[in-house]
Structure formats: C-alpha cells, structure tokens
C-alpha cells in the first residue's frame, strides 16, 4: 500500500487543511483547523483559522497600528494564527487581491502579511473574503509528516466554503463532518459496545 503522507512530496499540503484528532491535548492546537500556505522540504507553514483572539478587536488592531480609517468594520475578527510571531499579522484571502508582497498559494487563495492589505480591508477595497489572523504555526523540515504519521492531524482539501463560509466555533466539526468522521470515534473517551 502506497503512503498516504509522502514525505518526500514537498507541496503536498500547500492549500490544504489540518484538522487537530481528538485526542490532541496542546490548548493552542486543541479542536483546531490550520490553512497549510506552504509545505516544502525547508518545512511548513499554516494559520489557525476557527480560533478567535477576544483582547483584541479589528479597530483596536488598526489603532494600535496607527492605521486611520472612518469606517472600520467591526464584524471583522481577529484570529489566533498560531504560536510563532503572535504579534505580526497575517491575512488569509480570496485571490481577487495580489499585490507585490502577496504568496499566490492557488488559483483561489493567497497570503499577505503587509500593512497595505488591512489599510484595503479598513477602507473596504481589500480581498473579497478574507481571514485576519495574528502569529503563525510553523513545522521544521519533516516534522509536519512526523506528526501526521503519528496520527496528530488529519488532512482534507480545502474548499472555500469551509474556509471562509463557516463561523469559527463550528469549524472543527464541520470539517470532520465533511470527510465523513464522526469525531466521537476518534475519541479514546467514546463508549464501548
């Protein structure tokens, strides 16, 4: 049987979805869905994009960014993208918005992490649809297969209705719910027969 997790593969996970198992026990990465934006032999790069950061909203960000606008959006929510850089921005987007500093990561999804894009977003010119996201989760080279391996995530492709059409907190789920798993019998905690 051929391995479902290539290593050797290097793009294998770009533009896919990571769903934390069941039975992962680190808060950060608990119940969580990643966007893989890169996945090479130098190692991997993804944003946590179904976890809500509460201490800060998108017009405080922009404040504290001295970025000035009249008609911020308050719907927009800030995400915790993951442990690494927690204090640098990341947007997640549709990809009607390349700019020079933008990672085209399909025809259908991009990364910028500027400035320039939430002064767009703040004056309602930015992506169509996008994720804003504070810090990154980042693998070094092979240990992202490691942890798959080991049956820490799971992986699915990711369409843009999961992505960007679902409310956070329903994320996680839906996903399982998408590649047919009933997340309770994953759970070393569901009940015996």
């Not at 896919?16 to 969580?32: I, K, T």
């Not at 980042?138 to 209705?161: C, F, K, V, Y």
Request: proline share 5%.
């Amino acid at each position: 049987m051929e391995n479902p997790y290539p290593i050797n593969n290097s793009e294998y996970l770009t533009g896919n979805l990571l769903l934390a198992m069941p039975q992962m026990l680190d808060e950060r990465f608990m119940r969580s869905v990643i966007y893989i934006c890169a996945h090479t032999s130098d190692g991997a790069m993804g944003l946590v994009i179904n976890k809500i950061v509460d201490s800060v909203s998108f017009p405080e960000l922009l404040d504290q960014l001295n970025i000035s606008t009249d008609s911020a959006d308050q719907e927009i929510r800030v995400h915790f993208g993951g442990p690494v850089e927690t204090g640098r921005g990341f947007v997640l987007h549709s990809a009607d918005y390349i700019k020079d500093a933008t990672l085209v990561i399909n025809d259908e999804v991009a990364l910028t992490a500027t400035i320039d894009i939430l002064k767009s977003i703040a004056d309602g010119k930015g992506p169509e649809r996008s994720i804003l996201t504070l810090g990154y989760a980042g693998w070094a080279p092979g240990q992202l297969d490691q942890e798959i391996q080991a049956n820490g995530w799971l992986s699915l492709p990711a369409d843009n209705t999961l992505v960007f059409d679902n409310k956070p907190e329903n994320m996680w789920e839906n996903a399982m719910k998408k590649i047919g798993i009933d997340f309770n019998m994953l759970s070393g905690q569901s009940g015996h027969a």
